[in-house]
C-alpha cells in the first residue's frame, strides 16, 4: 500500500475502505439496470450500525446537558461521615454533571413547565458515588407504588397520542400529598431561566454515619452562585417556540467562554433524636425541613468547567443511581427512595447493558475488584480475576471489608401496606408556600399557570384540585377558583 500522510478511512475492524458512497452493484450505466449486492459488505455494516446507533430513551429526564467540574469540599464533615471525598478540608473531587427536564421526550423544549433533574456523579477514591435529585426540595408522592402512574400521567394519553389535561390533574387531584410539588410546579419556579440560574436539591433524607457509627440524617442544598432566576410563562412560551433547546445552549457556550457556572453545596443535618420528635415525618419526600430548625451549612463548592468531548458517549450515557453510596452515605427509610434504589438500576440495565459501569463517563476513577464476569458489553479486561466466585481460597483476589457497613437500624413494625390517611401535614406546608415564600406578583402568576392548564380538564376534576388548594389557604383556593370561573359556593 503507498504511504500517505492522509488519515485513512476504515472499517470497524480498521480494514481500509476504497469507498464510502457508492454501493456494490450491477450497474453498467443503463437505466434500470442496478441491483445492489447483498455481499457489499461495507454497506451493510454502516446501514446495519445505523438502525442502532440510537440506544433507548430514558423513561424520565430524557432531554439533558452535561458537563466535568470538580468539587471542592471548604467544611471538613468528619465528624459526621466517614466518606473520604467529605474529609478533610481543601479535599478535591472531580464530577460530572446532568441536568434535565423530566416528563418531556428527547426532542422537547428546555423552557417546557416541569421539574429539572439535578444528577451529581462524584468519582471520589472509594468508587463513585450519585447524588439524583431535582430543582425542587420535595417531590409529587411518597411511595414508589404510585410512581408509574405518575409518570403516565406526565406522558401522552395512550389513546390519542397527546398530553392530556384530563390524565394529568386527575391523579394529582386524587393525591393531595402532591400539592406542595404542583404548587412549586406551576409558579415561575416551574419554569428556570436556564441549567446554571436553578438550585438543586437531594429532596430525599441520606444518613450520613462516620466510624463510630454514629449517624444523623441529611438533605443536600445546591445553591447556584449565578442568582436564582426564573422564566414566565409567557417567556418560556416564546422560547419553546424560538430556542427550544435555549438551556442546553446556554450551558455549553457559558463553560467555551470559560464563564464556569459554580453552586455552593450546603447541607441541613439532623440527628436521631430530633427526628423521633420533628413535626413532619423528616423521610417524606413531600415535605421540607424548614430552615429556622434546620439551618443550612455550607460544606464546599463545585464548578463546572469543561464540556463533554462527544454529547452522546457523555451526556447520553451517563448513568446515575442512588445506590452508588460511598461508605459513610447510605440510604433512609424514605418509601419513594428504597424504590428508587431498584429503578435506577435496572433502567440502565436495560437502556445501556448489564456493564453499564465499563462505559468511561460512568467507570470509577479507581479500580474495580469483583466477582462479576461476562454479560453483554464487556468492554475492559473482564476483571481479569481467576475466578468468579466468593468465598474462595485463592491469593489475591478480593475479599469484603466490614468496617464499612452502615450502623445497624432497629425495626419494629408490622409487614403490611399501610395506606397513609389524608392529614394537615399535607396541606400546612404548602400553605405556607403561599402565605410566606411567593411575594404577590408570585401568587398572580401561580393562579394563571394553574388556570392556563386546570382549566383544560374536566369541571369535576377542576373542582377536586381546587378543593385542595382551598385546604392549604382559602385565599390560594378562591383565587384558583375565580380564574377558573368555578363557582365559589361549590369550594368548601
Keep these: 500500500m503507498k504511504k500517505t500522510n492522509k488519515k485513512i478511512l476504515t472499517s470497524a475492524n480498521a480494514i481500509p475502505l476504497e469507498d464510502d458512497n457508492t454501493s456494490l452493484t450491477t450497474g453498467n450505466g443503463k437505466r434500470g439496470s442496478d441491483i445492489t449486492a447483498l455481499g457489499d459488505v461495507n454497506l451493510v455494516e454502516k446501514l446495519a450500525h445505523f438502525t442502532r446507533e440510537k440506544i433507548p430513551e430514558r423513561i424520565v429526564h430524557a432531554k439533558g446537558a452535561g458537563a466535568h467540574g470538580e468539587f471542592t469540599l471548604t467544611k471538613d464533615m468528619s465528624e459526621y461521615t466517614m466518606a473520604k471525598f467529605l474529609n478533610g478540608k481543601g ?4 464530577m460530572f454533571v446532568r441536568f434535565s427536564t423530566v416528563g418531556g421526550e428527547k426532542g422537547s423544549a428546555d423552557a417546557a413547565r416541569d421539574p429539572r433533574g439535578f444528577a451529581l456523579k462524584f468519582y471520589t477514591e472509594e468508587g463513585n458515588y450519585d447524588m439524583v435529585g431535582n430543582n425542587t426540595p420535595i417531590f409529587f408522592i411518597r411511595d414508589a407504588m404510585k410512581f408509574p402512574d405518575f409518570v403516565h400521567t406526565q406522558k401522552r394519553d395512550p389513546k390519542t397520542g397527546r398530553a392530556d389535561a384530563n390524565m394529568f390533574w386527575d391523579f394529582l387531584s386524587l393525591t393531595p400529598e402532591s400539592l406542595h410539588q404542583v404548587s412549586f410546579l406551576f409558579s415561575d419556579r416551574g419554569t428556570p431561566k ?12 441520606y444518613m450520613w454515619y462516620n466510624k463510630n457509627k454514629d449517624y444523623v440524617w441529611v438533605k443536600y442544598h445546591f445553591i447556584t452562585d449565578q442568582g436564582n432566576e426564573t422564566l414566565t410563562e409567557q417567556q418560556a412560551e416564546i422560547l419553546r417556540g424560538k430556542d427550544p433547546d435555549h438551556a442546553t445552549r446556554d450551558l455549553y457556550e457559558a463553560i467555551e467562554q470559560k464563564n464556569f457556572p459554580s453552586w455552593k453545596f450546603c447541607v441541613q443535618i439532623m440527628t436521631k433524636e430530633q427526628a423521633m420528635k420533628y413535626r413532619f415525618d423528616p423521610f417524606d419526600v413531600t415535605k421540607v425541613w424548614f430552615h429556622k430548625d434546620f439551618p443550612l451549612i455550607e460544606i464546599g463548592k463545585f464548578k463546572l468547567n469543561r464540556n463533554p468531548e462527544n454529547f452522546f458517549a457523555e451526556v447520553e450515557q451517563v448513568a446515575f443511581a442512588p445506590t452508588n453510596l460511598v461508605p ?3 440510604f433512609s427509610p424514605d418509601k419513594l427512595l428504597q424504590g428508587r434504589l431498584f429503578a435506577y438500576r435496572d433502567a440502565q440495565r436495560y437502556r445501556l447493558g448489564v456493564n453499564n459501569t465499563e462505559i468511561p463517563v460512568n467507570h470509577p476513577h479507581v ?7 461476562d454479560g453483554w458489553m464487556t468492554i475492559d479486561n473482564n ?20 468496617e464499612v457497613a452502615m450502623p445497624k437500624l432497629k425495626i419494629d413494625g408490622t409487614l403490611t401496606r399501610h395506606t397513609q390517611t389524608i392529614n394537615d401535614n399535607d396541606f400546612y406546608q ?15 402568576h401561580l393562579v394563571s399557570n394553574i388556570a392556563g ?32 370561573g368555578l363557582d365559589i359556593k361549590n369550594i368548601r
Excluded at 479535599?91 to 472531580?94: H, S
Excluded at 476483571?383 to 466490614?402: A, C, L, M, Q, T
Excluded at 400553605?431 to 401568587?443: A, H, I, M, P
Excluded at 382549566?455 to 390560594?476: C, H, P, S, T, W
Design 91 to 94: 479535599k478535591k473531587t472531580p
Design 194 to 205: 436556564d441549567y446554571r440560574h436553578m438550585d438543586g436539591f437531594s429532596s430525599h433524607t
Design 328 to 330: 459513610g452515605i447510605a
Design 367 to 373: 479500580p474495580v475488584h469483583n466477582y462479576q464476569k
Design 383 to 402: 476483571k481479569n480475576s481467576k475466578v468468579n466466585y466468593f468465598p474462595n481460597s485463592v491469593p489475591g483476589e478480593p475479599y469484603p471489608i466490614p
Design 430 to 444: 404548602t400553605g405556607e408556600f403561599w402565605r410566606r415564600v411567593l411575594s404577590k406578583t408570585d401568587r398572580a
Design 453 to 484: 392548564h386546570l382549566g383544560n380538564a374536566r369541571k369535576e376534576i377542576q373542582y377536586r384540585q381546587v378543593d385542595l388548594f382551598y385546604r392549604a389557604d382559602k385565599d390560594y383556593g378562591i383565587s384558583v377558583a375565580k380564574a377558573l
